[in-house]
């Protein structure tokens, strides 16, 4: 059974950075997908990031120049780095293996930006 652990999240001024890390067991990373997706109160679901098998990457428009996806397939660790964060950024993150609709999920980790 895949299970995801994410960690980093925190509070962050605005134009701050921060880095998420997630970390999976059961699976690897090698063979699937892996990404991020969002959930702020309110809102529905917005997937964050996302690198293939291949590594090839796909951003929300939202974070395009602002965050970077890669992964670790020998650690199965997958990381966000999110610079220039706004408060609009404020929501808890999951990452997930293989697909952001269906793919197995984390307990998620909370990022607030506020002054």
């Known amino acids: 059974q895949v299970q995801l652990v994410e960690s980093g999240g925190g509070l962050v001024q605005p134009g701050g950075s921060l880095r998420l890390s997630c970390h999976a067991s059961g699976s690897s990373f090698s063979m699937y997908a892996v990404g991020w997706v969002r959930q702020a109160p309110g809102k529905q679901s917005e997937m964050v990031a996302h690198i293939g098998s291949a590594d090839n990457t796909h951003y929300a428009d939202s974070v395009k120049g602002r965050f970077t996806i890669s992964k670790d397939n020998e650690k199965n660790t997958a990381f966000l780095q999110m610079n220039r964060l706004k408060p609009e950024d404020t929501a808890v993150y999951f990452c997930?293996?293989?697909?952001?609709?269906?793919?197995?999920r984390g307990q998620g980790t909370q990022v607030t930006v506020s002054s």
């Open positions: 997930y293996l293989g697909s952001p609709a269906s793919g197995a």
